[in-house]
């Protein structure tokens, strides 16, 4: 195998000097990962900075007691079970323990949680989360499961201090509006 | 003036440097520049005790496994909607069929889906503490599961949906046996 010299910033290689030593391996292998992962992110049509923070929100994920689940087998569950106040403050509940493992590792900023949600919530969602509202777009979900999901975001969302003024939510569209923090 | 920075070298293999020299050109930057935004990235996953190689990997497989249309739920609400089903067997059968769906899903997907599927399932069971795949030389397969902590339900659940996936595969379960946070399941490669 063919080697060759690379310059990098002094204080980059001084910090992977490191860790290799840290880990017991060397600075050729570390760096050889790094730019490969870059590559092949690449050829994904990604960015390794995107996959990194998108791998950290499924870290995150799997971390608070989520699962990956088939979503024919969640529909059935779904259209069998009776969505009942019961059943309505168990995803309530759900949303505020999310929110607050998302609080726990940092992620406060709105901007981070809209990211957060798409990622957890149903399939590719359209989200937008401002200080005034929150709106969610996914055309797949069935009714029941989008009432299902707008209680889970409420959860989320109350558990970050956003109060719910008014709620609309027909089969694939959420829309949750905060209350003002002037606003009794 | 702008401050200089002070630089050092360090070996990687020449096919890499030409790729990322590539890359560099098109993304109109140096190499230089490029390579640190790169080394930033692997220092800041390093922070998260994985490695820049684990982790692709990991968004990697999780992207398969969504792209199959699994979604990502809170375990706890999903155990609810599982102990509501009355009927264990039409909830098995659901399981079962789920599994084979994803197992021809793989097979239209890769080309050895058996190679990918051990990896894939210890990536994307996260109920399970552990789920290891091994291969006989004798035409066998064996899925061991651990999960201390997981209800046994969703553990025999996650059984069907395993015997599912080897089906689709060519596999046939000769031997199940699930018992309180310990599963294993034989597979017979069909005829």
């Known amino acids: 195998m063919k080697r060759k010299f690379l310059a990098a910033k002094e204080n980059l290689a001084d910090k992977i000097n490191e860790i290799a030593k840290e880990h017991g391996r060397t600075v050729f292998s570390i760096v050889n990962e790094a730019l490969g992962a870059f590559i092949r992110a690449n050829e994904w049509g990604k960015d390794l900075t995107t996959i990194i923070e998108d791998a950290r929100i499924l870290e995150i994920a799997r971390n608070s007691g989520m699962v990956l689940m088939p979503e024919p087998l969640h529909e059935r569950l779904m259209e069998s079970a009776s969505f009942d106040s019961k059943m309505k403050e168990y995803w309530r509940s759900s949303g505020v323990v999310f929110g607050k493992y998302l609080d726990l590792n940092g992620i406060k900023d709105l901007k981070k949680v809209e990211r957060v949600l798409k990622e957890v919530v149903g399939v590719n969602p359209d989200i937008s989360i401002s200080s005034e509202r929150l709106v969610c777009i996914s055309p797949r979900l069935g009714e029941k499961r989008s009432e299902a999901v707008a209680v889970f975001l409420e959860g989320v969302m109350s558990s970050m201090g956003l109060e719910i003024a008014s709620r609309e939510v027909s089969k694939g569209i959420i829309v949750l509006k905060f209350k003002r923090e002037s606003e009794p | ?191």
């Open chain 2, 1 to 191: 003036m702008p401050e200089k920075v002070e630089k050092k070298l360090v070996v990687v293999r020449a096919d890499v440097l030409e790729k990322i020299s590539e890359m560099a050109r098109r993304e109109n930057k140096t190499l230089f520049a490029l390579v640190n935004e790169i080394l930033q990235d692997a220092l800041k996953v390093s922070e998260m005790k994985v490695t820049v190689g684990d982790l692709t990997n990991f968004y990697r497989l999780i992207k398969v496994q969504k792209d199959s249309g699994s979604l990502i739920l809170p375990l706890d609400l999903f155990l609810k909607l599982v102990q509501k089903w009355e009927n264990k067997e039409e909830l098995e059968k659901e399981w079962f069929s789920a599994g084979e769906w994803y197992g021809k899903y793989l097979m239209a997907k890769f080309e050895d889906p058996l190679a990918i599927l051990p990896s894939l399932l210890s990536t994307s069971l996260w109920h399970l503490s552990e789920v290891k795949m091994e291969g006989k030389s004798d035409g066998r397969a064996v899925i061991s599961m651990i999960a201390p902590n997981a209800d046994q339900l969703l553990l025999e659940l996650t059984g069907k949906y395993l015997e599912g996936v080897m089906n689709a595969l060519g596999f046939r379960s000769i031997k199940s046996d699930i018992v309180r946070g310990v599963g294993i399941i034989e597979f017979l490669r069909k005829l």
